[in-house]
Nanobody, 119 residues
Framework: QVQLVESGGGLVQPGGSLRLSCAAS????????MSWYRQAPGKERELVAR????????NYADSVKGRFTISRDNAKATVYLQMNSLKPEDTAVYYC????????????WGQGTQVTVSS
């Protein structure tokens, strides 16, 4: 059974930090490109960051460049999102997404974790 389980969300003050984790199981993690998406109330889901299957390549949304860092540990089948200098506009549900590196049709979503940035 495929599972993507996010954790690490919560309430943080502006300027603070959080580290999200997404633990994967039920598939060969190292064969998947991993991404973090987010969706704020009333807005469309957007890509935050992406990391290649081997971890050697990353991409970020312009709005988080220099503040967020995506990483992965293939031995632990886990992807991380380190979020620093958080802003109120980062408030959203954050989702983990896995896409097979060769077959776009094979992909999975996590259930999401809430991040709220507020004083």
């Amino acid at each position: 059974q495929v599972q993507l389980v996010e954790s690490g969300g919560g309430l943080v003050q502006p300027g603070g930090s959080l580290r999200l984790s997404c633990a994967a199981s039920g598939f060969t993690f190292s064969m998947y490109v991993m991404s973090w998406y987010r969706q704020a109330p009333g807005k469309e889901r957007e890509l935050v960051a992406r990391i290649s299957s081997g971890g050697g390549s990353t991409n970020y949304a312009d709005s988080v460049k220099g503040r967020f860092t995506i990483s992965r540990d293939n031995a632990k089948a886990t992807v991380y999102l380190q979020m620093n200098s958080l802003k109120p506009e980062d408030t959203a549900v954050y989702y983990c997404y896995a896409k097979h590196k060769l077959l776009d049709s094979i992909n999975y979503w996590g259930q999401g974790t809430q991040v709220t940035v507020s004083s």
